[in-house]
């Protein structure tokens, strides 16, 4: 029995610390992985930010993460520590081009410093929204917010300086337009009041549409009553 028990302890201790630590860029507003605003919410100019979180981590004494994103959507305006960062100490100085898209940022434990065991923020990185949409042209652009280069660019140590082992997940950035309204097509004017107009004689109408946006082609069928009226 005491053999028993002793296997099973064992067992949940393993399964406990099998949990795989994850790094992340978090959406602060609903905590998914999804940036997605519309045109209600942002405009071109604003700012969003993203939290890069660490889950289930033991043994954190330093981190740095390189992020790539599409830079003729986004520019990179800051990475800060927050107070309530898992190290607590330092601020990161970030190498960052607007112009390929790339940034590495990175802290680490101060002098005499424990180090970090469990779950919570490294920093919030601020990006700029620098392509419009617009309703009647580019409705949606869209990007991943992706770690790049893991193993040398990316990664965790403890303070012994060994890598510990964890696994990433990515952002993704959307910025929409509304649908534009629906076309309307019609006949113009809807009703033809002549009294000059007697049998045998002709009057036209037009065929228009408005609120459209790329038109290619076009199909419809016009109905009318072929005992009072001939078509051509």
């Not at 309204?181 to 049998?199: C, E, G, R, S, W």
Request: hydrophobic share 45%; glycine share 8%.
């Amino acid at each position: 029995m005491i053999a028993l028990l002793c296997a099973q302890t064992m067992l949940v201790i393993g399964i406990a610390h099998a949990t795989s630590t994850t790094m992340a860029l978090v959406n602060p507003l609903d905590g998914t992985n999804q940036f997605n605003f519309t045109t209600a919410q942002k405009s071109l100019g604003d700012t969003f930010a993203a939290n890069l979180t660490i889950s289930n981590v033991i043994g954190l004494a330093s981190w740095q993460a390189g992020i790539g994103w599409d830079p003729a959507l986004l520019d990179f305006v800051s990475v800060v520590l927050p107070t309530d960062n898992v190290l607590a100490y330092g601020s990161p100085v970030p190498a960052h081009s607007n112009s390929t898209g790339y940034l590495v940022a990175g802290a680490s434990l101060g002098p005499g410093a424990q180090e970090f065991n469990g779950s919570g923020r490294l920093a919030v990185i601020t990006f700029k929204i620098i392509k419009g949409v617009s309703s009647n042209g580019t409705r949606q652009v869209n990007c991943s917010l992706a770690f790049e280069n893991l193993g040398e660019d990316t990664f965790l140590l403890n303070s012994q300086l060994v890598n510990l082992d964890f696994t990433t997940v990515n952002g993704n950035y959307t910025y929409t337009a509304p649908a534009p309204p629906p076309a309307t097509l019609f006949i113009n004017p809807p009703k033809v009041v002549d009294p000059t107009i007697t049998a045998g004689m002709q009057f036209d109408v037009n065929l228009s549409i408005t609120s459209a946006t790329d038109v290619n082609t076009w199909s419809t069928d016009i109905f009318y009553d072929n005992t009072i009226l001939n078509a051509t």
